[in-house]
């Protein structure tokens, strides 16, 4: 079966510090691949993604590439902020259709 | 406008009791799920339903009996509340059988006493 493995945290980092979320999968086929941000009180909210092998995703700063040959889909950003403190969900989805499958979430504590 | 809207945010009830949360979303979308966020923030599918109709469910206790009266809707009843209910259950919607793209409502956070 599919499932995503990401590391626990939390993540604690100084502002401007360099962030990068480990991220890796099993699953059959060729799934895509998404990180999830869930802010205190709020939901998740979709933050990037990539659909085929060496695509990269970014938004907001933060920047993960599809690496099918070590199956990993690591979170980074060059300085975060004290805003970018949050859950974020490594996730998958098969090549069809909507079903994600979640990782276990790591917390980002950025302290100013 | 809020996209995808749940209702209530906050239940906090007895064991043995029945409860329901409401889901709606304004989104047009067509695919809508239930998914259980446990105490360590571990998040799993529960339902899924595609125009209606059940396509997912996942090894959920038959107390958990999901309701989609049009495809805007997607509402979660759960008799005989157990202290293991205690979550915070997320609804979620997705523009049919695409690639993984969802919109989630904020939560509701359910305390079984």
């Known amino acids: 079966g599919n499932s995503v493995t990401q590391m626990e945290g939390p993540v604690t980092l100084s502002e401007e510090a360099f962030l990068t979320i480990n991220c890796t999968y099993t699953a059959t086929g060729y799934p895509s691949l998404f990180w999830y941000v869930q802010y205190p009180g709020e939901g998740l909210q979709l933050l990037l993604k990539?659909?085929?092998?060496?695509d990269k995703g970014s938004n907001k700063g933060f920047e993960a590439t599809y690496r099918k040959e070590t199956t990993s889909f690591h979170l980074e950003k060059g300085s975060v902020q004290v805003s970018d403190s949050a859950v974020y969900f490594c996730?998958?989805?098969?090549?069809?259709?909507?079903?994600?499958?979640f990782g276990g979430g790591t917390r980002l504590m950025v302290k100013p | 406008d809020t996209a995808v809207s749940q209702t209530p945010k906050y239940l906090v009830t007895q064991m043995g009791n029945d409860k329901s949360i409401k889901c709606e979303q304004n989104l047009g979308h067509d695919t809508m799920y239930w998914y259980k966020q446990d105490s360590k923030k571990f998040l799993k599918i529960m339902f899924s339903?595609?125009?209606?109709?059940?396509?997912i469910n996942e090894t959920v206790p038959n107390r958990f009996s999901p309701k989609s009266p049009d495809k805007a809707h997607l509402n979660l009843h759960i008799n005989s509340l157990e202290l293991g209910d205690s979550a915070v259950y997320f609804c979620?919607?997705?523009?049919?059988?695409?690639?993984?793209?969802?919109?989630f409502g904020e939560g509701s956070r359910l305390t079984v006493l």
């Open positions: 979620a919607s997705s523009r049919g059988q695409g690639r993984g793209e969802l919109f």
């Open positions: 339903y595609n125009n209606k109709e059940l396509i």
């Open positions: 996730a998958l989805s098969p090549n069809a259709g909507n079903m994600l499958t």
């Open positions: 990539a659909t085929k092998a060496d």
